[in-house]
């Protein structure tokens, strides 16, 4: 008797665990809208920008260990803040581009706004290792007013087997956009 209430415990919590596992993948579902927080635009001859950057961000899809002899993969997120108080920035472009330089991704058909204070975010899985240990972003943005430059970051993450790894890249400004018509 006291063996079959023992089953039935661990029956019933085996069933809790995985219930709560597959609330979380769903959940995580949710996270793979490319671009979250912002709408797209259209761009025009009306749109005149008076201020812009190309923002480079390291992203890294695996690292090595054990004497470049084994590597473990890193989901990625390219996290893009809008950092000023007031006024919105439109993105032109987000392009991923591997160790070699070469272009893997260019995940903006259209430009999109983003507004003040908003962020949005691209997702790179962990089994997408193209990217290698030097891949990098290139984040193009403009703005038709002064305004605050956003802040660029990759977290690299992995939660493999019973270890967690996670660590943040920070964007640089490498070019800042001139416009033949600022006065």
Known sequence: MVWKIKHLILLFISFFIISCQAEETDNLELTKEPFINTEIVTIDDNFKPIMGEIIYVPAYSYIYYSNRQRSHSLAITLSLHNTDV??????????????????????????????????????????????????????????????????????????????????VSTGRIIKKLKFDDVK
Do not use: C
């Open 86 to 167: 007031e006024l919105p920035i439109m993105i032109k472009s987000v392009k991923y581009y591997d160790s070699k330089g070469q272009l893997l991704e260019d995940y903006l058909s259209h430009p999109i706004q983003l507004n003040a204070l908003s962020s949005t975010n691209f997702y790179i899985e962990d089994d997408d290792t193209r990217g290698g240990v030097g891949g990098n972003f290139l984040i193009e943005w403009v703005a038709q007013k002064e305004v605050s430059s956003p802040i660029a970051e990759s977290v690299m993450v992995s939660t493999a087997s019973t270890q967690g790894i996670s660590f």
